[in-house]
């Protein structure tokens, strides 16, 4: 789904802009670059499961899969972290359009109710998670933010995660990362794990994660227009 702010324009007071112009293109650009990079990895997969469906007989079936999979695994890795790198900048961007719009409806004593920027969901937090250890600190290196065990995962790749029921064909396009745990004791001599990193495919990312960007694209859009409503009918009584 396309953002909304494409149709509309910042929020203007006779020459002042109240909220940023480069906010209202880049926010359905990065809207874009989501959905592309899905379709880049479903056209990538397209030829190497066509394989799988082809094979003939179950030995074929598998080393289709599994020479499949090794190809995909750097294109599952540049397309998910691709992913990752720009949901959170377009969360970030939403973030701080919504921050310019209260900043607008408090200096302007609008007074205008609005709905709050959706909660994270555990998925979200897993691709923020993927975007701040498994890009940003690979290789990982222990630190306030990021615990040892946390510091090995995000260095430790697994992107060949691929499982299929009895009588189904694999599916590449669900070829999972971070699909693995890693476990160790704590200094009390506690059961620790590593985050859970795993993701089953780039499409499932957007399907878990374009659902929140809607409900905030939706909330910013709302509103805008109701601060604009409000500013014209300010206008409209002086």
């Known amino acids: 789904m396309a953002s909304g702010l494409q149709d509309l324009s910042p929020l203007t007071v006779g020459n002042n802009m109240l909220t940023t112009w480069q906010l209202h293109s880049n926010i359905p650009m990065l809207h874009l670059i989501l959905e592309e990079v899905v379709e880049d990895w479903i056209r990538a997969v397209e030829p190497y499961q066509k394989r799988v469906d082809d094979a003939d007989g179950d030995s074929a079936m598998l080393l289709a899969a599994i020479s499949g999979s090794s190809v995909l695994e750097p294109l ?114 506690q059961r620790v794990e590593s985050k859970d990193l795993e993701v089953p495919g780039v499409r499932a990312a957007h399907e878990h994660c374009l659902p929140y960007l809607n409900e905030y694209d939706k909330m910013c859009c709302d509103y805008l227009e109701a601060l604009q409503a409000a500013l014209d009918s300010k206008e409209d009584t002086t």
């Open 76 to 189: 599952l890795l540049k397309c998910l972290f691709s992913y990752a790198f720009f949901f959170v900048a377009t969360d970030n961007a939403y973030g701080q359009l919504y921050a310019e719009l209260n900043r607008a409806n408090n200096k302007l004593d609008l007074n205008i109710k609005h709905d709050k920027p959706p909660k994270d969901t555990p998925f979200i937090e897993k691709i923020r998670l993927i975007r701040d250890k498994s890009i940003a600190h690979f290789p990982g290196t222990p630190s306030d933010r990021v615990s040892r065990l946390d510091a090995y995962a995000a260095m430790s790749w697994d992107p060949g995660g691929l499982s299929w029921s009895t009588g189904s064909r694999p599916d590449l396009e669900k070829l999972s990362f971070g699909s693995g745990r890693f476990v160790s004791t704590d200094s009390s001599g």
